[in-house]
């Protein structure tokens, strides 16, 4: 009869398995739902991806990561829902920063214009081969070992769901930028 130590490896495997589920789960979830909750109200997109930077930029530091932002002005309005763009911008950050193992900086730059809000987030990683590039936001497309590739879809479709485009711009070994361009309100 096999004992609890033999079956250990096992265990570990299902363990791992389930949580991957559970995250593979909760992100369909948040796909299948954005639309029904959203609370759209005018918004300071700035204050936003500022509560974000804070909440991420400790974490970030600790992997020999600095967040540097770069504010056209201090309040940039879009009509949105306060979650969903917090998502939107964590989900892009911590992107940035999983594309930096040996650490750099996430560059955040926010500007306006007559029409519209546009926000880049650039990091210094090794950049998206060209193949994924041309796929990217597809369902389990990932470069990541424990990726669902779900994370940027969601993304996507938040940025949608806000009339927003996005634009993704990525060299080998030079880092890659996310454009987002939102209405203005």
Known sequence: KPTMGENEHYFEIVFSELSRIELILSELLMLAKPQQNAVKERVNLKKIISEVTAL?????????????????????????????????????????????????????LMTEDEYSVNVTVKDEGDGIPENVLKRIGEPFLTTKEKGTGLGLMVTFNLIKNHQGAIQVDSKPDRGTAFHITFPKQ
């Open 56 to 108: 991420l930029e400790t974490q970030a530091n600790l992997k020999g990561i600095f967040i540097k932002t770069d504010y056209e002005h201090d309040s940039m309005y879009i009509n949105g829902d306060q979650n969903q763009l917090k998502q939107v911008f964590i989900n892009l950050i911590k992107n940035a920063v999983e594309s930096m193992p040996d650490g750099g900086t996430v560059h955040i």
